[in-house]
């Protein structure tokens, strides 16, 4: 029993090393492209450009199924590192306008064919008791690359060769800890048929929902917030630092609110990151009346909030299905996660031409009330974690 803990602990860590490859690849590839494109053409094209990772992202949910059936599940996660690892080499070199499109497209779907494998497989080897602990260092390795990734870029602006080649040294490497999880992530990952995503939305209505609300803002503030800081008086640099800010409360919150998962339960950590979120976006649509610091503690704070939504949702869908069903489950949690980080910008984009920043973090606070009011409602998950130890269901 105890060497089958230590194997399962073994996979477990492997497949979060793997992770931490994605958030650093994207967390890389958005703003140092976006400096490169930025002198050659509008931002019109250079935002089109970006798009092709949410593409590739859409993409590498359909391929995932066709490619898991011929060569298991282990073999797609490695598949998907290799082909981030080959567009991010060719990244470093591409100049064509074109081809950068096409690689950022290949980088999206192989991150994706790594995504939908790792995510599936850790609520496969985690018990439900400490199912939320697992997510919430599962969400912080991805929070990790996407603070470190933009550090590195800010450090580094004009080497983007160099900075794209070593993302694709850090690739490769990242197949050593998954190869070794390869066969037992073979054995225990059921692969599904595209055909049943739709459906496993349809099941779980409120994890998707959470999951759709959580991607949403945070694809706006990483792309939107400087320009949301300016109409509130504030300069480029205070922006950008709230970004920081808010991606290192995610990093630091996920944690604590997997603990929280475990020790008080899915239903009530939930609808908590929903209040939190819902008073510092209110707060904040007033964030020019008051100085830089305490927006940033608001922003701090907003940004563990609204990810704890993402964390707490994988573990709900851990809780509630089963092997294709997971499977399934997951592929469609990388799809709603896709749809939403292309959509949400395009659609913030006009509110705040048209109602500004106070619109738009007054929308945001009411996103967050229809969603706990609806979760204090009508919301109630199973609660294995709750549960006398000789009730809980085995995993």
């Known amino acids: ?9 073994g996979v477990i860590a492997a497949l979060i090393a793997g992770v931490l490859i994605y958030g650093f690849a994207m967390g890389t590839t958005y703003p140092l492209l976006g ?3 930025a002198d050659r053409v509008t931002g019109t094209w250079n935002g089109l450009n970006a798009a092709a990772t949410g593409l590739g992202l859409l993409v590498g949910v359909a391929v995932v199924p066709i490619v898991s059936r011929r060569v298991g599940a282990g073999r797609t996660a490695l598949i998907g590192i290799v082909a981030m690892a080959f567009a991010l080499a060719a990244l470093a070199i591409a100049r064509d306008y074109w081809l950068l499109f096409a690689m950022r497209f290949l ?3 192989g991150a994706n064919m790594l995504f939908v494998v790792a995510e599936t497989a850790l609520n496969v080897f985690t018990t439900p008791e400490r199912r939320g602990r697992v997510m919430g260092i599962y969400a912080a390795a991805v929070a990790l690359g996407f603070v470190a990734g933009p550090a590195v870029v800010a450090l580094m602006p004009d080497r983007p060769a160099l900075l794209l ?6 690739t490769v490497l990242a197949l050593l800890p998954l190869r070794a999880a390869e066969a ?6 059921r692969p599904t048929s595209a055909l049943r995503i739709l459906p496993a939305v349809a099941a779980f209505p409120f994890a998707f929902g959470f999951l759709t609300v959580a991607s949403a803002i945070d694809a706006v503030v990483i792309s939107l917030l400087p320009i949301i800081a300016l109409t509130q008086s504030h300069p480029v640099e205070t922006g950008a630092l709230f970004v920081t800010i808010f991606h290192i409360g995610l990093l630091i919150g996920q944690p604590l609110i997997g603990i929280a998962l475990d020790r008080i339960g899915r239903r009530r950590t939930i609808l908590g990151c929903c209040l939190l979120s819902l008073g510092c976006s209110a707060v ?5 009346r008051f100085g830089v610091w305490p927006a940033a503690c608001l922003m701090l704070i907003w940004g563990g909030a609204n990810y704890g939504l993402y964390t707490g949702g994988l573990a709900l869908i851990g809780d509630r299905f089963v092997g294709e069903a997971l499977t399934a489950a997951t592929a469609a949690f990388a799809a709603v996660y896709a749809i ?3 959509a949400s910008p395009i659609l913030v984009g006009g509110v705040i031409d048209t109602l500004g920043a106070a619109g738009f973090y007054g929308a945001t606070a009411g996103i967050y009330l229809i969603a706990t009011l609806g979760g204090a409602a009508f919301f109630r998950p199973d609660e294995p974690t709750l549960q006398p130890a000789l ?5």
Not at 1 to 9: A, D, I, K, Y
Not at 391 to 395: G, K, T, V
Request: aromatic letters at 2%; proline letters at 5%.
């Open 165 to 170: 080649s070593v993302c694709a040294g850090i």
């Open 340 to 342: 939403a980080a292309v």
């Open 35 to 37: 400096i490169v494109l």
């Open 391 to 395: 009730e809980r269901p085995r995993s």
């Open 284 to 288: 904040l649509a007033f964030a020019d």
């Open 184 to 189: 037992p992530v073979d054995r225990s990952v």
């Open 107 to 109: 980088l999206g779907c």
């Open 1 to 9: 029993m105890t060497g089958q803990r230590h194997s399962t602990t």
